[in-house]
Each structure stands twice: as structure tokens, then as C-alpha cells.
């Protein structure tokens, strides 16, 4: 028979050896959970963007620095904690209470998070107080603050443009992350990266090619930078003469399109209402789309315009061509009237075209006729992608 002392031995020992791997398994599972559920894990560093310029070199978007400061309060000797809360709050604008009490609150985590948000000069002298620490040799537990440099996208031109540039926010498959959305920003979401992708298809300038405006911020630290064929001055013009239109005629929405029509490139796109990607979260989020490719709508009198072109193409008429306009016109089953229902009389293509005549734009389109008006239509490029390279 085993001696009852004996067996009371091993039993306790078992129970010991339970108790310490069930402790173990609550740090595990608890503590060191809590520290992702209450945010006490740093997150991943963040990947610079690269910096967008319109034509002329002037700065659309581009990525500038905050400080965060963090320490691991597992790492602090007892007493050290006053010592760091002290040499900290005399180098940045946080209260002294501020930083000792994020630290005491994280006890039992490895992370802290002790200020965010900071300019990057305060980070800087943290960086620099540690350094001179070190050319010294001396010791101080401000050493163990970490100090990351955290970017931000930034549009110094606010509102403007917003349609084109997109915006930057949280990647929402990663949290740890930024991507863009709309715009620029999401179309060349992975080029922007600094390790982003090339794209297939479009002109990349060499730092060579850069003209003086430009190279003010061009190349930036990602390499991956933008030049896009907005002209902001061009944007600032189409922007106000549309809020005030939209404001005058009571309208609930609008768009501007200025191209050179020459090279098809566009210098400015404006759509109200608009808002300001550096606060997108205040803004009705139907704002972020880009209605001037987003949206579909009936192209009404702009066909005037393909009308009046094509048939000048094709040799059928001159800008002085004459034209009797009687206010309404019968062209198969459809009676077409003009928007005033009034009769203009004897007029010209130019002069119908200024006044956008429907009567007389039917005229012209019979004479075009309907395979070869069609074969217009698509010359101009309506029913092709247009290429344009935008997230609605």
C-alpha cells in the first residue's frame, strides 16, 4: 500500500503544474488578445505614397509626416516610468499626466501608445535627445520611446479638384493599411505605392524630362509620383463659374469639362456638389462620385454640336449655309418642335447652331442621312471605352 504522503505529493504537483499552464494560456489567449482588441499592438508601418502635380508642377496631393510615440511598459525599471513622463513632456506638448497615465494603463501590455498626431519636428527632437544620450554615453529611460513617423495624405488645395484626386483612407480588407478610392487615388492606387506596380500603356517621365516647376516636388521619396494634364488654374475657373451656375439656376447637381482638343486632354473636371477630401468623413459620401464619368444621362443638345461637325466634315454645308426655320418639322412619325416653340424664320447653320435650333438640326441630319450620321457618331468616339484613366 502507497504511503498517503506520497500521493498527496504527486497530486499537488500535478495541480501546480495545471495551474501554471492555465495562467499560461490566459496570457495567452486573454491578455494578449486584449491587446489587439484594445489597440495595444502597434500597427504595420505605413508605406509612403507618391506626390500628384497638376501640368505645371503645382502640388495636388502628396503624403506629410505625424509623430506617434509609443514605449513597451514591460521594458520600464521600477521608478523610470516618472523619469520618462518627466524628459518626454519637456520636449513635446503633451502634459506630463497624459504620458504616465497611458503608460500605467497599459500595464501588463507591450505596447503603449503615449502621443499621436504630433508635427514631425517634435518626433525629430525626441530622435535628437536620444541621440545626444548616446554620443554621451548616458542613460536615461527615454531611450526606450519609439517614435514612428506616420504619413498622411494632404491636399493643400482642399476642394479643388477633389473629383479627380480621389481620396485616401483605410484599406477596408486591412485595416493596417491606406488605399485610395476614386480619382487618381484609386485608379493608380498600387503605382502610388513605393512599391507599387508599373501600368502597362502610359507615358513615365524620367527625372530628365521634369521641368523646372515640377522637379519643386517631383521626384518624392516613393519615386511613384503623378503629373496629370489638370491645369489648376484652368480647374480653379470651370469649379466657381459651376458652383455659381448650379446656385443661379437652382440646379441639385452639375459638371464641367474643359479638353484641348487638339490632344484630348483635360484640363479641368468639375462636378457639384464636391467636398474636401482632407475631411471626407464630414461629407455625404453620393459627393465622392465623379458624375462626369460616373453618371449616364441622355446627351440631348450636345448632339447639335456632332450634327452640325459631321455634316461640315462631309461637305453638305458651310457655317453660312441659309436655313428656314418654322418652329416645327415632321421627320418620320416624330414631329420635332423647338425648346421655345417659336419659328426663327430665315436663318443660317451658324446662327441655328448659336441658338440651338432643333428644327434646323433636323434639317442638317437628313441631309447627313441615317448610315452615314451613325457612321459619324461612332468616329467621334460615342459607344468606345474613352480610356480615361478615373475611378468614378
Known amino acids: 500500500m502507497r504511503e498517503p504522503w506520497r500521493f498527496r505529493f504527486i497530486i499537488t504537483v500535478f495541480l501546480l503544474l495545471g495551474a501554471l499552464l492555465l495562467a499560461r494560456l490566459f496570457d495567452y489567449q486573454v491578455l494578449s488578445a486584449g491587446q489587439s482588441v484594445w489597440g495595444h499592438v502597434p500597427p504595420e508601418e505605413h508605406v509612403p505614397r507618391g506626390t500628384v502635380v497638376d501640368r505645371n508642377g503645382e502640388l495636388l496631393a502628396f503624403d506629410r509626416f505625424f509623430t506617434e510615440l509609443s514605449i513597451d511598459p514591460s521594458e520600464l525599471e521600477p521608478g523610470e516610468l516618472d523619469v520618462v513622463a518627466d524628459e518626454l513632456s519637456a520636449l513635446i506638448d503633451v502634459e506630463r499626466g497624459q504620458i504616465a497615465g497611458a503608460i500605467r494603463d497599459a500595464a501588463g501590455y507591450r505596447f503603449a501608445l503615449l502621443a499621436k498626431g504630433l508635427e514631425q519636428p517634435d518626433g525629430q527632437r525626441v530622435l535628437d535627445a536620444q541621440a545626444a544620450l548616446e554620443a554621451d554615453n548616458a542613460y536615461s529611460p527615454l531611450q526606450k520611446v519609439h517614435v514612428r513617423f506616420i504619413p498622411e495624405r494632404y491636399y493643400p488645395q482642399g476642394e479643388l479638384a477633389s473629383h479627380v484626386l480621389g481620396l485616401v483612407g483605410v484599406d477596408r480588407?486591412?485595416?493596417?493599411?491606406?488605399?485610395?478610392?476614386?480619382?487618381?487615388?484609386?485608379?493608380?492606387?498600387?503605382?502610388?505605392?513605393q512599391n507599387g506596380v508599373d501600368l502597362q500603356g502610359r507615358h513615365f517621365i524620367s527625372t530628365g524630362e521634369l521641368d523646372s516647376a515640377q522637379r519643386r516636388y517631383l521626384p518624392s521619396v516613393s519615386g511613384k509620383d503623378l503629373v496629370l494634364t489638370i491645369d489648376r488654374t484652368v480647374q480653379w475657373i470651370a469649379e466657381d463659374e459651376l458652383q455659381t451656375a448650379v446656385q443661379q439656376y437652382k440646379a441639385q447637381a452639375g459638371s464641367i469639362i474643359v479638353m484641348e482638343p487638339r490632344t484630348g486632354a483635360i484640363l479641368a473636371m468639375a462636378n457639384w456638389p464636391t467636398y474636401d477630401p482632407n475631411s471626407y468623413g464630414e461629407a455625404d459620401p453620393a459627393a465622392f462620385s465623379n458624375t462626369a464619368v460616373a453618371a449616364q444621362y441622355e446627351p440631348g443638345s450636345i448632339f447639335k454640336i456632332i450634327t452640325m461637325g459631321a455634316a461640315l466634315d462631309a461637305g453638305l454645308i458651310e457655317p453660312s449655309t441659309p436655313f428656314t426655320d418654322t418652329g416645327r418639322i415632321t421627320y418620320?412619325?416624330?414631329?420635332?418642335?423647338?425648346?421655345?416653340?417659336?419659328?426663327?424664320?430665315?436663318?443660317?447653320?451658324?446662327?441655328?447652331?448659336?441658338?440651338?435650333?432643333?428644327?434646323?438640326?433636323?434639317?442638317?441630319?437628313?441631309?447627313?442621312?441615317?448610315?452615314?450620321?451613325?457612321?459619324?457618331?461612332?468616329k467621334f468616339g460615342f459607344g468606345e471605352p474613352t480610356e480615361i484613366d478615373l475611378s468614378g
Open 332 to 378: 418620320g412619325d416624330r414631329v420635332f418642335f423647338n425648346s421655345n416653340r417659336s419659328a426663327v424664320g430665315l436663318t443660317n447653320a451658324a446662327d441655328a447652331l448659336a441658338r440651338s435650333l432643333n428644327v434646323v438640326t433636323v434639317q442638317v441630319a437628313a441631309l447627313l442621312g441615317p448610315d452615314r450620321f451613325y457612321q459619324y457618331v461612332r
Open 173 to 193: 480588407h486591412d485595416e493596417s493599411k491606406r488605399r485610395g478610392y476614386y480619382g487618381t487615388e484609386g485608379y493608380y492606387n498600387s503605382f502610388l505605392w
